[in-house]
T-cell receptor, first 111, second 114 residues
Framework: DAGVIQSPRHEVTEMGQEVTLRCKPI?????LFWYRQTMMRGLELLIY????????DSGMPEDRFSAKMPNASFSTLKIQPSEPRDSAVYFC???FGRGYTFGSGTRLTVV | QKEVEQNSGPLSVPEGAIASLNCTYS??????FFWYRQYSGKSPELIMS????GDKEDGRFTAQLNKASQYVSLLIRDSQPSDSATYLC??????????????FGQGTTLQVKP
């Protein structure tokens, strides 16, 4: 079991550029979550999917953020255009039944 | 009112002491409760889960749940310097069964001093 895999580990981009974060959940897990962590706001739930279907995206901060899950083994979180205030660590987590396992995260810096 | 509240700390305890971490939550319908440990620069790691009232013990860790008071706690016995980390309380809300939205508190920073 390779765990939840996120890429890239680090991303530095200029303001206004498009950023795509990727996540591969644990095989067999039917829930997938995207979180953002900052010092000020802690771990915030952005969106989650069940069986590839978005269930709740109320945490997505604005229309610049979008997420997709085209199949059970892949999800993306896209920010377009990016802004400096989007700088944070973005975590993906997956779950089946009980227990939520986190990926290593993507540290995004927008300059 | 925040959905999950924790004292941010830091909580400082001497090595070998008991560390007590507390958490309150607002959704009375919540059914699953978790404690995660997060070392600086790392991802959250699940250390305890609890689903029914009472105590659940796992090694040096004991989770306690009181649904009537909407209160969850984590006790760490014989605290070690390696336990120094941020401890995140997480609660499922708005879903059914044991899944659904997993909402986190801000976390409590624990410092165990040798």
């Amino acid at each position: 079991d390779a765990g939840v895999i996120q890429s890239p580990r680090h991303e530095v981009t200029e303001m206004g550029q498009e950023v795509t974060l990727r996540c591969k959940p644990i095989s067999g897990h039917d829930y997938l979550f995207w979180y953002r962590q900052t010092m000020m706001r802690g771990l915030e739930l952005l969106i989650y999917f069940n069986n590839n279907v978005p269930i709740d995206d109320s945490g997505m901060p604005e229309d610049r953020f979008s997420a997709k899950m085209p199949n059970a083994s892949f999800s993306t979180l896209k920010i377009q255009p990016s802004e400096p205030r989007d700088s944070a660590v973005y975590f993906c987590a997956s779950s089946f039944g009980r227990g939520y396992t986190f990926g290593s995260g993507t540290r995004l810096t927008v300059v | 009112q925040k959905e999950v509240e924790q004292n941010s700390g830091p909580l400082s305890v001497p090595e070998g002491a008991i560390a007590s971490l507390n958490c309150t939550y607002s959704d009375r319908g919540s059914q699953s409760f978790f404690w995660y440990r997060q070392y600086s620069g790392k991802s959250p790691e699940l250390i305890m889960s609890i689903y029914s009232n009472g105590d659940k013990e796992d090694g040096r860790f004991t989770a306690q749940l009181n649904k009537a008071s909407q209160y969850v706690s984590l006790l760490i016995r014989d605290s070690q310097p390696s336990d120094s980390a941020t401890y995140l309380c997480a609660v499922t809300t708005g879903g059914s069964g044991n899944t659904g939205k997993l909402i986190f508190g801000q976390g409590t920073t624990l410092q165990v001093k040798p």
